[in-house]
């Protein structure tokens, strides 16, 4: 089992985005089955829906961290919060 995650650098700040993102989406299936969504206009060029946002916000963050490990030295800690802080702005407004 050890070796099936071995081709990944699991580092702590990895494990919480990526366990973030599974809980985000069982957590958005059920609150669809519950309450489905309708469409709304925010500040995204275009009508959306909660999994709609929830995807844009999570390509936002994937890229967000992306770019904080290639460009920058600081603590990934940082680029976590700020692409958290993104996805709840578009969740929220988008």
């Known amino acids: 089992m050890a070796q099936t995650f071995a ?10 985005f990526f366990g973030s993102i599974v809980l ?12 489905p969504t309708i469409e709304r206009k925010g500040f995204l ?3 959306t829906t909660r999994g709609d ?17 290639g460009l920058t030295d600081i603590n990934q800690w ?3 919060a ?5 996805l ?4 929220a407004r988008g």
């Open 88 to 91: 709840v702005i578009v969740m």
């Open 78 to 80: 940082f680029g976590t």
């Open 82 to 86: 700020i692409s958290f802080i993104v």
């Open 24 to 35: 985000m989406l069982a957590g958005m299936t059920i609150w669809e089955i519950r309450s």
């Open 53 to 69: 946002r929830l995807f844009i916000g999570l390509l936002t963050a994937a890229y967000i961290n992306l770019a904080w490990v």
């Open 45 to 47: 060029p275009l009508r």
């Open 7 to 16: 081709w990944m650098a699991w580092t702590t700040p990895v494990a919480i």
